[in-house]
C-alpha cells in the first residue's frame, strides 16, 4: 500500500515538474515579450516626437528666412530715403553740419594692424632652432662630425 500511494504522490509531483519546466519558460518569455513591447513603444513614441520637433524647427526656418527677407527689404537703402523724405527729412548739406568742440579731449591710440606672420621675421616664443632642423640637415651635421672625427 506504501508503495501504491508513493507511486500516486511521485506521479503528481512528476506531473507538477513537468508543468512547471514548460510553464516557467512560457512565463519567461511573455516577461520578456513584454518589456521588448514597452521598449519599442517608448522608442516609437519618442521617434514621433522627434519628428514632430524636426517638423517645428523647419517651419520657424522657414518664418525666420521669410522674416529676413522681409528686413532686408524694409532696410534698403533706396527704400529708407523714400521714407525719410517721406517723413520731411532732406540730406544734409554743408551749411546744416555743426562741428562739437569737446575741450580737453584726448583721442585714444589709433588701431594698427599687426602684420601678418611670416618666415621673414623672427618669431618670438616659436621653436627652438634645435627643433627646427630637418632630417638631411642633421644627417649632414652628423655626417660632417664623423668626417672630421668630433664627438
Do not use: C, H
Amino acid at each position: 500500500m506504501r508503495s501504491t500511494q508513493a507511486i500516486k504522490q511521485g506521479s503528481w509531483r512528476s506531473q507538477v515538474r513537468i508543468t512547471s519546466r514548460t510553464v516557467l519558460p512560457v512565463i519567461a518569455l511573455f516577461l520578456i515579450g513584454g518589456l521588448y513591447l514597452a521598449v519599442n513603444s517608448r522608442v516609437a513614441r519618442e521617434g514621433r516626437r522627434v519628428l514632430e520637433l524636426q517638423s517645428q524647427m523647419a517651419e520657424l526656418e522657414r518664418q525666420t528666412a521669410e522674416l529676413r527677407a522681409n528686413l532686408a527689404e524694409l532696410t534698403m537703402p533706396k527704400r529708407m530715403l523714400e521714407d525719410a523724405l517721406a517723413l520731411g527729412f532732406r540730406p544734409a548739406e554743408m551749411d546744416d553740419i555743426i562741428y562739437v568742440v569737446v575741450p580737453d579731449y584726448q583721442p585714444g591710440e589709433p588701431f594698427v594692424a599687426p602684420n601678418p606672420p611670416s618666415s621673414l621675421t623672427a618669431r618670438e616664443g616659436g621653436l627652438s632652432p634645435a627643433y627646427t632642423e630637418t632630417l638631411g640637415q642633421w644627417m649632414s651635421r652628423w655626417i660632417r662630425r664623423g668626417v672630421e672625427g668630433t664627438p
